[in-house]
């Protein structure tokens, strides 16, 4: 499904690379995170990769879109552009003291995300409730059982902007604490 998902991925950014501006969770919430490394998972055109490094991150931006990557490498020195599939994509351990998670859904790195993340490391998600495509969408208080073990600052659900293909928005801010499992 690589290819296929690819150009998907691609064509979509050749017609519009889409938001320029930073998440607002990521705005509202990023000075909870210590300066170090961050993952932006799936970051597509890159404008929360850009933010977190213009903040003093070192960003892994990781996307399969061709077009999305190519767009975003070289715009910075902080950030390290990955263009790989997220489905066989292994997360680092211990690496990150920031990781964020932006309109994608893959349920197999929730493990890894918590692996990932160093003591007092912040998790930073947002994603879709109640989809067409269940296997893209979180249900109601997934997220927040999913993440349950981390020390939550944050979790909201409310009417998406995107109403015409999700019906609500998921946003959880959370903390790796030591007692994490």
């Avoid at 929360?48 to 996307?63: K, Q």
């Amino acid at each position: 499904m690589t290819d296929q998902d690819r150009e998907k991925w691609d064509s979509r950014y050749q017609k519009d690379m889409g938001r320029t501006n930073p998440s607002l969770i990521l705005k509202e919430f990023l000075s909870l995170a210590s300066r170090g490394n961050a993952l932006d998972i799936a970051c597509g055109n890159g404008r929360n990769s850009l933010y977190m490094a213009e903040h003093g991150f070192r960003v892994d931006a990781v996307d399969i879109s061709t077009v999305a990557t190519n767009h975003l490498a070289g715009k910075d020195p902080n950030i390290n552009v990955i263009c790989q599939d997220i489905d066989s994509w292994e997360i680092p351990p211990n690496r990150y003291e920031l990781v964020v998670n932006v309109r994608f859904l893959d349920r197999r790195l929730f493990p890894m995300i918590k692996d990932g993340l160093r003591t007092g490391g912040v998790l930073i998600f947002e994603s879709f409730i109640g989809g067409k495509k269940e296997e893209y969408c979180l249900k109601q208080n997934e997220l927040l059982h999913a993440f349950q073990s981390f020390r939550i600052v944050y979790y909201e659900e409310k009417e998406s902007d995107h109403s015409d293909k999700f019906d609500q928005t998921a946003s959880l801010v959370a903390v790796k604490t030591d007692s994490t499992v």
